[in-house]
Nanobody, 116 residues
Framework: QVQLVESGGGLVQPGGSLRLSCATS????????MAWYRQALGKERELVAI???????TYADSVKDRFIISRDYAKNTVNLQMNSLKPEDTAAYYC??????????WGQGTQVTVSS
């Protein structure tokens, strides 16, 4: 059974930093893509960042130059370093994995709140 478990969310002041992590287990094949999405209250889920099996990264315009996605290929984990956080970054953040021939899979989400 595939499981994705996010951690690292919390309350932070504007301008602060947080690091999200996503641990996976039960992955049945090669992971093609690992990504982070977020969903603010009353809004649709949106892509934050993607990292491919070739380490290519893509970011939403709203987080470019502030967020960094990274991946541990041996452990099948993905991280999101979030810097210079803004109130509009407040959302539930979800780990997303696409496995070749299977999936996709989602984590349960971790809440990030940016407020003074």
């Amino acid at each position: 059974q595939v499981q994705l478990v996010e951690s690292g969310g919390g309350l932070v002041q504007p301008g602060g930093s947080l690091r999200l992590s996503c641990a996976t287990s039960g992955i049945p094949a090669k992971i093609a893509i690992m990504a982070w999405y977020r969903q603010a209250l009353g809004k649709e889920r949106e892509l934050v960042a993607i990292i491919t099996s070739d380490a290519l990264t893509t970011y939403a315009d709203s987080v470019k130059d502030r967020f960094i996605i990274s991946r541990d290929y041996a452990k099948n984990t993905v991280n999101l370093q979030m810097n210079s956080l803004k109130p509009e970054d407040t959302a539930a953040y979800y780990c997303h994995v696409r496995v070749v021939g299977y999936g996709p899979y989602w984590g349960q989400g971790t809440q990030v709140t940016v407020s003074s």
